[in-house]
Structure formats: C-alpha cells, structure tokens
C-alpha cells in the first residue's frame, strides 16, 4: 500500500508494502500509546540521530494494540486510539509512521524474520531507537539486547532508551490508565506531559441537560474507557479555540442509570456542536457521581460544580494541548 499522508510534513506508510519516503528511516519501534514523556524520549532520540544522519524520522507502530489480538475478551483502556495517536505523533517533531496491522502472521514472524523482512529489506533503517522494556516477534522473542545484537551484525545502530520515572513513578501507560481510573487526571498529565484528553464527535443526547439549564456537549467514550466517573473541570478545543467547561463522566444515577456518556457544558458558549469535532481535556477532579433525591438538588449541586471548575481552571492557568481539532 502507498504512503499516504495526513498533512503535508507527516507521511503514514501501513504493512510496510511501500516504504516510500520513509526509505531509510531512523525508526522508533513501540506501541506508542499515548505518546507520553517515556515515549516522546525515544521519538527524541530518533529524530537527533535522523537528522545528524540527514535522513528521515519515523515511528513504528501496531494496530490494533497486540492485547487486543492474545486478550480479546479484556478490552484495554486506550490512552490514545489510532487515529489520536497519529495526531500525537504528526505533533512530536517525526517525519511519518508506520503502522503494521497485529494480526496472526505478525504475531508468530520469528523476530530475526521481522530484523530481516521489516527494518532491513523494506525499509532499509538508518537506526532503531526503542525503549528498555520493548519485545517483539513470536512468542515476544526479540529483546532490546536482541535487536543490538542484529542491528550491530547488519550494519545499523540500534539505542536503548533506559526506564524513565517521575518522583519514583515509572513513566509509563499502565501507570497512567492506573492514575486516570483513580480520577488523579494532574498526576497522568504529569506523567503524559499534556493534559490527558479525549477527541470525538458532538452527538444528540437526551436533551436533559438544556432542560435543567446546562445544555452539553455529548461524547461517547470508547466502552473500555476506565476513567473514572465523576465530575471534572475541562478545556475543550473547537476548531483551535480553548473552551472552559465543566464534564461528568458515567451513568448519570439521578435518571436512567445509563450506559457511560460524557456530558460537557461549555461556559459562556452558545452554538450548535451537534457533528462537529471537539477534543476535551481533563485538568481537575471535582467530585464522584452521585445520586440526588431531586432534579432541583442536581441544580443546585451543577452552579456549585461549576463555581469549582472555573475556579480550578483559573489555578492551572494556560492550558496547550500537543494536538489541536
């Protein structure tokens, strides 16, 4: 399959088929979810030696995640999904990526097989750059020590990022989907190094909210989004404007007891968002979803949420996300 390119600087090449511009490439290998300071020290790593070398810089990448291949029945919360993932790495400073689909026949490729058909007949890679942890090929049989060795025997330098942490926290996705579950979105976008945030499409609600005075902006997270339920102050991106808000995540008790929806309210904002594409960022925990005796109660309870997520939004100042809408 040809290169095909989601902006005019950034190139995705998918199952190596055509290497095109990424020919050559001083390639960052790993799953890259999220994009977070572990990974973005990698991708550095990469795009220094890329241009002392005056080729490209790209990411590899595997989608759908390879839990979702050995684990199908265990859904992961996704820090990004594909497509923001992309998105996360146009912004990084990269050249391209390349995206591999993890299915059978990638799942048993013997990693001297992937060395041999990927890195070096496809794309011929200038360097390899990976993280400390990072396995690959059948039965996870290639190892950072591994790919040094192969890259050392064919010809092309191969780096090793050590573990990175954060006041004793190890900087990695699992830590961060452990921090979002709790509600602790300052921690995770300490460790992410941005706010953590979601992006999708403005859907029709039940309208409820504009009845009690609160009109929002509806977005269905994915179904094994683990963030957890509660009330939150927000910054949403439209159409490269930062909005004020404040969201609840869950299953709204005091009605229906529904499945999972994140209803945003925007401050100061009146529009039609219905189709349109918003991303929302999570900067402060307010409070867990409750249940209340009356809608009345809701009301009261949504001015005081309200008066807490501007206020804790007026402390985190100048918010930017990595990516814009």
Known sequence: MA???????????????????????????????????????VIGKAIA?????????AALTLEPHPRSYFRPSDPLFRLSDE?????????????GAIVLAFNAALANLPAG?????????????????????????????GSPAYLAAEGKARGFPVDIVPALEDEGRPVSSGTIRAALSAGRVVEAAELLGYPWFVSGEVIHGDKRG????????????PPACALKHGIYAVRVVLDGQYLDGVASFGRRPTFDNGAPLLEVFLFDFSGDLYGRGID???????????????AEALIVQMGRDSEQARAALARAGTVVLPVSA
């Open 3 to 41: 290169a095909t390119p989601p902006t005019s600087s950034f190139t995705v090449v998918r199952d190596n088929a055509d290497a095109g511009a990424l020919k050559r490439a001083v390639i960052a290998i790993g799953n890259f979810d999220g994009v977070h300071r572990g990974h973005r020290a």
């Open 49 to 57: 030696r890329a241009r002392a070398l005056f080729v490209p810089a």
């Open 83 to 95: 497509k923001l993932k992309l998105r996360l790495l146009a912004g990084s400073g990269l050249d």
């Open 113 to 141: 097989e992937f060395v041999s058909r990927v890195l070096v007949d496809t794309f011929a890679v200038s360097g390899v750059v990976t993280g400390f942890d990072f396995h690959f090929g059948k039965d996870r049989g």
């Open 210 to 221: 504009r009845d009690l005075g609160f009109p929002t902006a509806n977005l269905r997270l």
């Open 280 to 294: 929302v960022a999570f900067i402060a925990w307010l409070r867990p979803e409750q249940l209340f005796e009356s």
